[in-house]
């Protein structure tokens, strides 16, 4: 898997942080700077995190899938990429993300957007793939991503989540697609 592939990757994982940046600038009552960088550590720290735990979970089975891996990173990517495409067309979500900046909050929306990329981190063990170039991508693209949604919030309006979320779902399972054409054919 090339340098674009990750880079599509951790856009994609980064859609669910960046749908919840967006959400949570609209429900301030101000938004600044502060606010915006908190976001992009919580978030870009937490999905650099997880695809490192993944990974190495991962290469505890890989050895025992050996010939399955693609199948595996075929089926997870697509799983998750069903699930963000689905919940595009979902309301539910909204309620969950106004609660505020503090702690407790920041942590349980960091650790609720970044299970994808733990995911993508046992489709990285899978696949044989060095893990630090990436969730260094990861890392930072989910802040950037954090961060600018944080500061779009109050001016893009409910109508940007979704279409976030659709387009990060639809990379994924694009990705996967291609992870599986690559190995079978």
Request: charged share 15%; proline share 2%; with cysteine.
């Amino acid at each position: 898997m090339g340098i674009i592939e990750v880079l599509l990757i951790a856009v994609g994982v980064s859609m669910d942080a960046f749908a919840v940046s967006i959400a949570k600038g609209m429900s301030a009552h101000r938004v600044g700077w502060r606010h915006a960088l908190l976001a992009g550590l919580w978030f870009g720290g937490f999905q650099a995190l997880m695809p490192c735990i993944g990974y190495f979970l991962g290469l505890g089975f890989a050895t025992f899938i050996g010939q399955w891996d693609h199948w595996v990173a075929w089926f997870l990517l697509t799983l998750i990429g069903a699930n963000m495409v689905k919940e595009s067309f979902s309301k539910e979500e909204e309620d969950e993300v106004s609660g505020g900046w503090g702690f407790w909050h920041m942590l349980t929306l960091a650790v609720a957007t970044s299970i994808d990329a733990l995911a993508v981190g046992v489709s990285f063990a899978f696949l044989e793939m060095p893990i630090w170039m990436p969730i260094i991508i990861i890392g930072i693209t989910t802040m950037m991503f954090a961060i600018a949604g944080v500061l779009l919030g109050k001016k893009a309006g409910e109508r940007f989540k979704s279409k976030a979320e659709l387009v990060g779902g639809l990379v994924l399972i694009a990705i996967g697609i291609k992870i599986l054409w690559e190995h079978t054919m």
